[in-house]
């Protein structure tokens, strides 16, 4: 069993930054960040081994959006830049303990998820 403790979301204007942190009670095989929009699916946002730290990001956020972890406390990160009000969702970090290389973009792939926070760019 895996608890993640997310934080870090909030009120920001466009253009601003804003980084999320997710706390993990265990070393995990991928932790990610999902977001979910009012009346949208939830959707990929961007994940990383934690073996190798090999990153993946959505194209959505590529060149703004980073992740990244800190091994020693089983956190990961997700630095947001330059964002935008179609950035606003809530957001929600995830983790598996299994090997999920080649679907590590599925929300289905991972069976732990955070509470989610919320994060609101406004124009």
């Known amino acids: 069993q895996v608890q993640l403790v997310e934080s870090g979301g909030g009120l920001v204007q466009a253009g601003d930054s804003l980084t999320l942190s997710c706390a993990a009670s265990?070393?995990?095989?991928?932790m990610a960040w999902f977001r979910q929009a009012p009346g949208k699916e939830r959707e990929f946002v961007a994940a990383?081994?934690?073996?190798?730290?090999?990153?993946y990001s959505a194209d959505s956020v590529k060149g703004r959006f980073t992740i990244s972890r800190d091994s020693a406390k089983n956190t990961a990160y997700l630095q947001m830049n330059s964002l935008k009000p179609d950035d606003t969702a809530v957001y929600y970090c995830?983790?598996?303990?299994?090997?999920?290389?080649?679907?590590?973009?599925?929300?289905?792939?991972?069976?732990?998820w955070g509470q989610g926070t919320q994060v609101t760019v406004s124009s």
């Open positions: 995830a983790a598996s303990l299994r090997a999920i290389y080649s679907r590590i973009t599925v929300v289905g792939s991972y069976r732990y």
């Open positions: 265990l070393r995990t095989y991928a």
């Open positions: 990383i081994l934690w073996s190798d730290g090999n990153t």
